[in-house]
């Protein structure tokens, strides 16, 4: 039941942050523009905050092929680059580092 109560919350962190912009739009419309930029970027914030950390521990002593990989998928998305691309870079520069 531990694992179960986990889950639901963890999928609930996750999902909330995505939905309520969508939700609140009318309210959102009434912020400043600082403000409601925030808001809507907070979807993307988050899967960031879950996804980096994971990134440094799931390769185990070969962590900085997660870093090069994520370091790959930031310099894309910097330059406006599609989305595609930029989960084929990091996909490229993850295994080629994994290979070194």
């Not at 999902?15 to 739009?25: G, W």
């Not at 185990?60 to 900085?64: H, L």
């Given at each position: 039941m531990n694992k179960i109560a986990l889950i639901l919350t963890c999928s609930a962190v996750t999902?909330?942050?995505?939905?309520?912009?969508?939700?609140?739009?009318?309210f959102l419309s009434?912020?400043?523009a600082f403000i409601r930029k925030c808001m809507m970027l907070l979807p993307v914030a988050s899967l960031g905050a879950l996804i980096f950390?994971?990134?440094?521990t799931d390769f185990?002593?070969?962590?900085?092929a997660?870093?090069?990989?994520?370091?790959?998928?930031?310099?894309?998305?910097?330059?406006?680059?599609?989305?595609?691309?930029?989960?084929?870079?990091?996909?490229?520069?993850t295994t080629l580092m994994l290979m070194i």
């Open positions: 999902l909330l942050p995505r939905i309520i912009p969508y939700f609140a739009s009318a009434r912020l400043p950390p994971l990134a440094l185990g002593p070969e962590w900085i997660g870093l090069v990989g994520v370091t790959a998928a930031f310099a894309v998305s910097f330059f406006k680059g599609p989305m595609i691309v930029a989960i084929i870079v990091s996909l490229a520069a």
